[in-house]
């Protein structure tokens, strides 16, 4: 995410892409089955833990964080991304 508030996704070569524009986005080996619920409008959590329950290589401890605007930030990517 940069600070002005736009998402971007860095592919398994390093690269940037985006600005991601959808209403929501998932990654990973429950990325079909995680769209569904997304579409549905349930939380990000939900999103993973439906999916863990058809896909073995889903699961694990699920983990949330709520992220809040910046205001007037200055276009450049969040530090550790």
Not at 18 to 45: D, N, Q, V
């Amino acid at each position: 995410m940069w600070t002005d508030g736009t998402v971007h996704y860095r592919n398994h070569w390093s690269c940037f892409t985006g600005p991601l524009e959808a209403p929501f986005f998932a990654i990973g080996s429950g990325t079909e089955f995680a769209l569904g619920p997304l579409h549905a409008g349930r939380t990000a959590e939900e999103a993973v833990r439906i999916p863990s329950e058809y896909d073995s290589l889903t699961g694990g401890p699920i983990h949330t964080a709520k992220l809040s605007p910046i205001p007037n930030p200055p276009n450049t990517p969040i530090s550790g991304v």
